[in-house]
């Protein structure tokens, strides 16, 4: 494909004859725990860049978990755009960690549908997977894509 | 950080907002039904208060604790 995609305002363009939101922009990192505790982030990691072609989007960044509060039973990080809803739009991408203290056989990150966060999951062998707990001092590399809305 | 863009996505009424950072550059965030929305801008507790109804925030309340025990469960 070829074309232009706009340098001014939402760079939104054309891409050869097909019409195409292209976005790319940053993220702020908060905590999105559901359990009644929270964490904050370092703040020299904790932002996500993305991209946005069409529906799709990209996020990539290196986090890195500051102070606990409370004894959080999962890890879930806000991303930029809602995942959008129906089953097939979820996903999960591994995650290169540093210092998490997880059950499993590694560590992926999890979108759900309709969610405006992700989560981290460490899935084991011929058994269910694994909440990661968040930790002061967790690091976490994430690339991970996702379907949203229009 | 200026307000740039309000969009409502799903069927819960999230709002994605899009704001332009100092150097420029698009910054993004999504507020949810439960989120506090005290501290934001008066245009973004405009549109919470118009659509986050006491239906779509029970919806949402709703939808949250079937996914929770949905990832739960297995």
Redesign the interface.
Known sequence: MSGIINSAGSKSGVIGTTELDY??????VVHAQ?DGTSFAMNSGYQTLS?TKIGRVVHCTGYLVINTITGSPSHTKF?????C??GNEHQGSQNAMTYGVDYGGDGVSIYV?P???YCQCISSRDDA??L?VSAAAGDEYAISITYY??? | MKLNKIEVVTDFKHLQIREITDSGGYHRRVLAPDDDVSGEVQEIKDKAEELWTDEVKSAWTTFQAEQRAEMEAE
């Open positions: 976005e790319e922009g940053t993220h702020t559901t993305y806000t991303l930029p755009f809602t959008a809803s759900g309709s969610q405006k269910s997977y909440h949203t809305n229009d």
